[in-house]
């Protein structure tokens, strides 16, 4: 990283540059004129202050990213409200700028991601603890839990894994979801996935771009809508398993919200799912 006429070159490879497509499709939709389905001023500060060429990932997806978002948010929304002072551990988090979106004045939050990635954010996006903290740490590397604090009970605790779960193998997802729901007893743990269709055309290179624009990093991981009960069964500690519906978008995005229901359009749609963990995980059958 250096800094030049007041703007930050950030050199990152791989699934960590990943994060500024995400932040770029933010920050896309947070600066379109009328209507929009984000507001995310800090994801606007950042692309502006970033030395990046970000016109190669496009703005395509910006929409369906911020309904993603959108969902995504109001279910962090809904731990902040229930538990008052709890803690949202954000793993891979990146650039993400959701502490703002969703900030109540008390919730606590930890981000955990590799230390390339925790080097770009702390410049950019300084911790200010004792509330808002980063790790440098694989979210495979349980050690991170111990951050978390021993003192706070597991239901004051949402583990996120946003954008995420998809480059890790299945085992290893669903091992962290697992050590997770033993970890924070009646906690929750919130991911999205891409479908299976759309993991196998990145792995046979058949949405690579033509003309060389960006070329996303290998997919590991991908599951249908359609099969998100089928997560329960990663540990007899998970008490359930939500499937979160996204919001409405504009022109052809209007029937996002039954998108689930429409079978062509099924096996294209990213999942987001909500799993909440037993209260007590002695007591798992
Ligand atoms: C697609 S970006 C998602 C960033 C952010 N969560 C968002 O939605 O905008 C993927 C992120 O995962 C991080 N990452 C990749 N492998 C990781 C690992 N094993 N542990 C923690 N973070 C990881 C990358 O550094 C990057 O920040």
Same mark, same amino acid.
């Given at each position: 990283?250096? !800094?030049?006429? %007041?703007?930050?070159? #950030? /050199? @990152?490879?791989?699934?960590? +540059? *990943?994060?500024? $497509? ?59 409200? !229930?538990?008052? %002072?709890?803690?949202? #551990? /954000? @793993?891979?988090?990146?650039? +993400? *700028?959701?502490? $703002? ?41 349980l ?33 962290l979801?697992a050590a997770c729901?033993e970890r ?102």
């Open positions: 990283m250096s !800094e030049e006429n %007041g703007r930050i070159k #950030v /050199a @990152l490879e791989g699934v960590p +540059e *990943t994060l500024l $497509w995400n932040l770029y499709n933010r920050a896309a939709e947070a600066r379109r004129p009328g209507s929009r389905l984000l507001d995310d001023p800090r994801a606007v500060e950042l692309v502006d202050r970033i030395d990046y060429p970000f016109e190669r990932f496009g703005t395509a997806m910006a929409q369906w990213h911020a309904l993603r978002v959108r969902c995504l948010d109001d279910e962090v929304r809904r731990f902040v409200a !229930e538990r008052p %002072g709890g803690t949202v #551990v /954000a @793993l891979g988090e990146g650039l +993400e *700028t959701q502490f $703002w979106r969703v900030d109540d004045g008390r919730v606590r939050w930890l981000t955990v991601d590799l230390p390339e990635t925790v080097e770009v954010r702390r410049t950019l996006l300084p911790d200010d603890p004792p509330r808002r903290r980063s790790l440098a740490c694989s979210a495979l590397d050690r991170w839990m111990d951050e978390v604090g021993a003192d706070v009970p597991g239901r004051d605790v949402l583990v996120t894994a946003q954008g995420l779960l998809m480059y890790l193998p299945e085992r290893d997802a669903k091992g979801i729901a924070f007893p009646g906690g929750r743990f919130l991911f999205d996935a891409l479908p299976r269709a759309m993991v196998a055309r990145n792995q046979a290179g058949a949405m690579d771009p033509a003309d060389g624009g960006y070329r996303a990093p290998r997919w590991e991981w991908g599951m249908d809508v359609k099969e998100y009960r089928k997560v329960a069964s990663a540990s007899p500690y998970i008490a359930g398993v939500r499937s979160l519906r996204l919001g409405r978008g504009r022109g052809p995005y209007a029937i996002a919200p039954l998108s689930h229901l429409i079978p062509g359009l099924r096996a294209l749609r990213m999942s987001i799912v909500a799993v909440r963990f037993r209260e007590e995980t002695g007591t798992a059958d």
